[in-house]
């Protein structure tokens, strides 16, 4: 049965189908959202993002190394994008 401060608050899954065919899953509680080729691809990444709002994944220790191994950027490239940039993103500061 539903509380009263859940009647107010909205909750569930939005999908929005994109103009390219991809499907969007937005979280309406948080307004969060990711896409994928399939419902089940966009809910899969809708949750890993769901999971990192609430706290949930591990530090990154090396950041230099993550963005090597995972994202291919050599760690010369993204210091010289460091120094251009006026104001750095929070998860490269």
């Given amino acids: ?10 909750s569930g899954v939005e999908f929005i189908v994109e103009d390219d065919g991809s ?4 979280d309406l509680e948080t307004g969060l959202a990711r896409g994928g080729e399939t419902k089940a691809e966009a809910l899969s990444q809708l949750a890993e993002v769901l999971a990192l709002h609430e706290g949930g994944g591990e530090p990154i220790e090396d950041p230099d190394a993550f963005l090597a191994d995972e994202a291919g950027l050599d760690a010369d490239d993204v210091q010289a994008a460091r120094d251009e940039a006026d104001e750095l993103p929070d998860f490269l500061q």
């Fill in 1 to 10: 049965m539903a509380s009263a401060a859940d009647e107010n608050h909205e």
């Fill in 23 to 26: 499907i969007t899953a937005r």
